[in-house]
Nanobody, 116 residues
């Protein structure tokens, strides 16, 4: 079972940047598509971005396109989400995930708060 741990969340002013990281417990992480979801208070969890196993394909939600960049380093078993031009509506708990043959694994989440 893959264990995922997010880091890098925090409080930032609107217009600022944060970089989230997701670290995996095993090397097979490098073979899986990965991504991020987020969940704001009182709202359903929503898709943010995903990246193919080799980093060659990426896809973003319209709400973050042009501001967020997803990347991965398979040698380090890590995935990052660079978030620029942050808006108050980006405030949420951010969760990373990995799609393995046995199912989707989730991290515990990291809080991102953007003040206006």
């Amino acid at each position: 079972q893959v264990q995922l741990v997010e880091s890098g969340g925090g409080l930032v002013q609107a217009g600022g940047s944060l970089r989230l990281s997701c670290a995996a417990s095993e090397r097979t992480f490098s073979a899986y598509p990965l991504g991020w979801f987020r969940q704001a208070p009182g709202k359903e969890r929503e898709f943010v971005a995903r990246i193919g196993w080799n980093g060659g394909s990426t896809y973003y939600a319209d709400a973050v396109k042009g501001r967020f960049t997803i990347s991965r380093d398979n040698a380090k078993n890590t995935m990052d989400l660079q978030m620029n031009s942050l808006k108050p509506e980006d405030t949420a708990v951010y969760y990373c995930y990995a799609d393995s043959p046995s199912g989707r694994f989730w991290g515990q989440g990291t809080q991102v708060t953007v003040s206006s």
